[in-house]
């Protein structure tokens, strides 16, 4: 068996991989048929762990194929799943035999149930909600059994409706009134209509294929919570994820009444550099160069997105009406469009004439088709230097919600950092060790360093915090662990498999590795400890690979050999000095007690549908959040600044600048990067006292 790796680490998508199983050719003409069967063979042979396609799995899927499709029971009836639970040990063989009776059964009767949900839907928003009657909403759907009859899904419906029409009401409400008057409630039933509608129509849009994926991928998920299944589109998408940039007009859209709509103008895409459309454009029709125009009004959000994306430098022509109802045509030439919010960026913080450097990192990009072109690592190195060359005395790395990206630029990007040695070690199929180096001894940033995580830092990050952990090159600070996902995906391309055929068959992202610490215990499940604790609102929320369901076991290996970093003297003190400093913060004590506050709403799964009961929890709510008012008034002492060799260009351009202001204001409010930088005094000082000790016996 021929591989060759790139890996990639994502928490939803992850890795990507090239992957060649033997030459085997597969000739059944039924699509869905034929992607089970490539599905089945390929994570027999290439899963991590060992496949067992039996009635413990049967029923697995079983139970997760219905809750992706009804997870909150409005459709399906009782009588319903007792006719599904005839397969729920069979759906083995069914997998085995290519067989599709199951997913026909299910989609068929999703379908006509969905249908029927509209047409009560119809009846319910006709007859004016009764406020005062007294009854609950239970949110408790886990717990909750399908519905006996029609009739009490249609009361289900009705319930949910109210409630948003309720919740809608009192927001534009507030305290003024103790009633719902008539212009209230039908502006509120309004905004419910249209947000409902729009749910119908994408449900609508959704056609068989979409509906086999999620098939697909509950029996995938059962193997572990990374390995999925990409429908063509899903894996273009990934691809721009990954890369940052596509090539197109620069334009988010959105589908809402039928229409496609820009929400969005992309700065640096070529909507934006020629002023060519605006936002809240509705595009009715699309054409190519020479050719005729194709009406776009109805059509599936993705199918038009299709036709609007091109290759750079080539010409679209959009029919629009503009937000004063005027029509006109207009020529665009595609271009590539980067998002700039995929790539790191970089700040000066000034605190008391002292400057440190701040860089965000979202996400370890790539563009894996020419990796020179443009990878994170390169670019935190640049803004490194740029940084340097403002006098920064050090640094912060955010990585808070960065879910992954390429190993190859978290193996880099933890070189400039290290002297050299070991960055990360993957274990394969078979117990097959590879220990990745960082063997370029040239170090960009040898000063104090810290690295700020949380529960959404996954996989590459992990790499990057645990091997700087190791090393001591850095204190790692924020949430108590990262995510805890210690596990190597690669991306396989199913057309390999097959030949003479029209289908597009998508790609599989699958689970081949584990990937370890250079100590050697791994991340999975138990993630990356930080050396100092900041509690955050949403700590008892989430719990990482803990809440997924089916994630590989934690385990350990032999540790590389590696050499700590010396660079730094008293580390316990600084991290016992933070970690106390921080416990006896008053704000941060009050941020611990709105997280408990949180979990207890997030708990609570019972909702009033009566105006006044409602009208009582929402006020107890906005009582109990008086006592976290003071949080968002608060405000660091530190000053943010443009880099000397961006000033003038983003000075220079309006949007430019006004997205920076609004950064560095979001930055203002942030503890996190206020404690980072109390660090990095303590460290810079230490460092300072040393020198000056050592220059003293010299």
């Given at each position: 068996m021929?591989?060759?790796?790139?890996?990639?680490?994502?928490?939803?998508?992850?890795?990507?991989?090239?992957?060649?199983?033997?030459?085997?050719?597969?000739?059944?003409?039924?699509?869905?048929?034929?992607?089970?069967?490539?599905?089945?063979?390929?994570v027999e042979?290439?899963?991590?762990?060992?496949?067992?396609?039996?009635?413990?799995?049967?029923?697995?899927l079983?139970?997760?194929?219905?809750?992706?499709?009804?997870?909150?029971?409005?459709f399906?009836?009782?009588?319903?799943?007792?006719?599904?639970?005839?397969?729920k040990?069979?759906?083995?063989?069914?997998?085995?035999n290519?067989?599709?009776?199951?997913?026909?059964?299910?989609?068929?009767?999703?379908?006509?149930?969905?249908?029927?949900?509209?047409?009560?839907?119809?009846?319910?928003?006709?007859?004016?909600?009764?406020?005062?009657?007294?009854?609950?909403l239970?949110?408790?759907f886990?717990?909750?059994?399908?519905?006996?009859?029609?009739?009490?899904?249609?009361q289900?419906w009705?319930?949910?409706?109210?409630?948003?029409?309720?919740?809608?009401?009192?927001?534009?409400?507030?305290?003024?009134?103790?009633?719902?008057?008539?212009?209230?409630?039908?502006?509120?039933?309004?905004?419910?209509?249209?947000?409902?509608?729009?749910?119908?129509?994408?449900?609508?849009?959704?056609?068989?294929?979409?509906?086999?994926?999620?098939?697909?991928?509950?029996?995938?998920?059962?193997?572990?919570?990374?390995?999925?299944?990409?429908?063509?589109?899903?894996?273009?998408?990934f691809?721009?994820n990954?890369?940052?940039?596509?090539?197109?007009?620069?334009?988010?859209?959105?589908?809402?009444?039928?229409?496609i709509?820009?929400?969005?103008?992309?700065?640096?895409?070529?909507?934006?550099?020629?002023?060519?459309?605006d936002?809240?454009?509705?595009?009715?029709?699309?054409?190519?160069?020479?050719?005729?125009?194709v009406?776009?009004?109805?059509?599936?959000?993705?199918?038009?997105?299709?036709?609007?994306?091109?290759?750079?430098?080539?010409?679209?022509?959009?029919?629009?009406?503009?937000?004063?109802?005027?029509?006109?045509?207009?020529?665009?030439?595609?271009?590539?469009?980067?998002?700039?919010?995929?790539?790191?960026?970089?700040?000066?913080?000034?605190?008391?004439?002292?400057?440190?450097?701040?860089?965000?990192?979202p996400?370890?990009?790539?563009?894996?088709?020419?990796?020179?072109?443009?990878?994170?690592?390169?670019?935190?190195?640049?803004?490194?230097?740029?940084?340097?060359?403002?006098?920064?005395?050090?640094?912060?790395?955010?990585?808070?919600n960065?879910?992954?990206?390429?190993?190859?630029?978290?193996?880099?990007?933890?070189?400039?950092?290290?002297?050299?040695?070991?960055?990360?070690?993957?274990?394969?199929?078979?117990?097959?060790?590879?220990?990745?180096?960082?063997?370029?001894?040239?170090?960009?940033?040898?000063?104090?360093?810290?690295?700020?995580?949380?529960?959404?830092?996954?996989?590459?990050?992990?790499?990057?915090?645990a091997?700087?952990?190791?090393?001591?090159r850095?204190?790692?600070?924020g949430?108590?662990?990262?995510?805890?996902?210690?596990?190597?995906?690669?991306?396989?391309?199913?057309?390999?498999?097959?030949?003479?055929?029209?289908?597009?068959?998508?790609?599989?992202?699958?689970?081949?590795?584990?990937?370890?610490?250079?100590?050697?215990?791994?991340?999975?499940?138990?993630?990356?400890?930080?050396?100092?604790?900041?509690?955050?609102?949403?700590?008892?929320?989430?719990?990482?690979?803990?809440?997924?369901?089916?994630?590989?076991?934690?385990?350990?290996i032999?540790?590389?050999?590696?050499?700590?970093?010396?660079?730094?003297?008293?580390?316990?003190?600084?991290?016992?000095?933070?970690?106390n400093?921080?416990?006896?913060?008053?704000?941060?004590?009050?941020?611990?007690?709105?997280?408990?506050?949180?979990?207890?709403?997030?708990?609570?799964?019972?909702?009033?549908?009566?105006?006044?009961?409602?009208?009582?929890?929402?006020?107890?709510?906005?009582?109990?959040?008086?006592?976290?008012?003071?949080?968002?008034?608060?405000?660091?002492d530190?000053?943010?600044?443009?880099?000397?060799?961006?000033?003038?260009?983003?000075?220079?351009?309006?949007?430019?600048?006004?997205?920076?202001?609004?950064?560095?204001?979001?930055?203002?409010?942030?503890?996190?990067?206020?404690?980072?930088?109390?660090?990095?005094?303590?460290?810079?000082?230490?460092?300072?006292?040393?020198?000056?000790?050592?220059?003293?016996?010299?």
């Open positions: 021929n591989k060759k790796f790139e890996y990639l680490f994502l928490i939803i998508p992850l890795l990507i991989i090239g992957f060649t199983f033997s030459n085997k050719k597969f000739s059944d003409p039924n699509k869905d048929k034929l992607l089970i069967e490539i599905v089945k063979y390929v042979k290439g899963h991590y762990n060992n496949i067992e396609i039996n009635d413990d799995l049967s029923e697995k079983y139970i997760s194929f219905i809750d992706q499709l009804d997870s909150q029971k409005r399906f009836l009782k009588s319903d799943i007792k006719i599904f639970e005839k397969y040990y069979k759906l083995d063989d069914q997998i085995k290519y067989d599709l009776s199951f997913f026909n059964l299910v989609f068929e009767t999703i379908k006509t149930r969905f249908d029927e949900v509209q047409k009560y839907y119809d009846e319910i928003i006709k007859n004016p909600f009764d406020f005062k009657s007294k009854e609950n239970n949110l408790d886990e717990n909750k059994d399908y519905s006996k009859n029609k009739n009490e899904v249609k289900r009705r319930k949910q409706l109210k409630f948003s029409t309720l919740d809608i009401a009192l927001l534009k409400l507030g305290d003024s009134l103790n009633f719902i008057n008539d212009r209230v409630y039908n502006e509120s039933l309004a905004i419910v209509k249209k947000n409902t509608e729009d749910f119908f129509e994408f449900y609508n849009d959704m056609d068989r294929d979409d509906w086999f994926s999620s098939y697909i991928n509950s029996f995938l998920n059962q193997l572990d919570p990374h390995t999925f299944y990409f429908q063509p589109d899903d894996k273009e998408r691809d721009v990954i890369s940052g940039k596509f090539n197109g007009i620069g334009a988010r859209l959105t589908k809402t009444e039928g229409t709509k820009i929400v969005e103008i992309i700065i640096g895409g070529p909507i934006w550099k020629d002023k060519l459309l936002v809240g454009d509705i595009i009715l029709k699309v054409s190519q160069e020479d050719e005729e125009p009406d776009v009004v109805g059509v599936k959000l993705d199918d038009a997105i299709k036709l609007i994306k091109g290759p750079a430098k080539s010409y679209v022509t959009l029919t629009v009406k503009k937000m004063d109802g005027s029509i006109k045509d207009v020529k665009i030439m595609r271009d590539v469009v980067e998002l700039e919010e995929v790539y790191a960026k970089s700040t000066l913080i000034n605190k008391e004439n002292i400057n440190y450097g701040y860089i965000s990192l996400k370890f990009y790539v563009d894996f088709s020419d990796y020179k072109n443009r990878n994170s690592a390169e670019d935190v190195k640049n803004h490194i230097i740029k940084l340097k060359n403002n006098g920064m005395q050090g640094l912060i790395l955010d990585l808070r960065n879910g992954g990206g390429s190993l190859q630029t978290v193996v880099d990007m933890t070189g400039l950092f290290i002297e050299k040695g070991p960055v990360v070690q993957v274990k394969s199929i078979g117990n097959r060790k590879q220990v990745l180096y960082d063997r370029n001894p040239e170090i960009v940033w040898d000063g104090p360093l810290v690295v700020l995580i949380n529960e959404m830092s996954a996989s590459a990050s992990e790499i990057l915090a091997a700087l952990q190791d090393y001591k850095a204190v790692i600070i949430s108590e662990k990262s995510f805890g996902k210690g596990t190597v995906q690669n991306i396989i391309d199913l057309n390999k498999f097959i030949s003479n055929s029209d289908f597009d068959m998508g790609a599989i992202k699958i689970t081949t590795d584990k990937f370890y610490r250079i100590n050697g215990e791994s991340v999975q499940l138990e993630g990356v400890k930080s050396d100092v604790v900041i509690p955050d609102s949403y700590m008892h929320i989430f719990n990482g690979e803990r809440d997924e369901k089916n994630p590989l076991k934690w385990d350990k032999d540790a590389a050999y590696f050499t700590a970093w010396n660079g730094f003297k008293n580390f316990s003190l600084i991290t016992n000095n933070a970690q400093r921080i416990n006896s913060n008053n704000y941060l004590q009050l941020i611990s007690k709105r997280a408990d506050w949180i979990k207890e709403q997030r708990d609570n799964k019972l909702i009033p549908l009566n105006f006044s009961s409602y009208k009582n929890y929402i006020e107890n709510n906005k009582e109990r959040n008086k006592l976290f008012e003071s949080l968002s008034e608060y405000s660091n530190l000053n943010f600044k443009l880099l000397k060799s961006e000033k003038e260009f983003i000075l220079s351009n309006k949007e430019l600048l006004s997205n920076r202001n609004r950064w560095h204001k979001n930055l203002k409010k942030d503890i996190f990067i206020s404690e980072g930088v109390n660090i990095l005094e303590q460290i810079f000082s230490n460092k300072s006292s040393s020198e000056m000790i050592l220059a003293i016996k010299e």
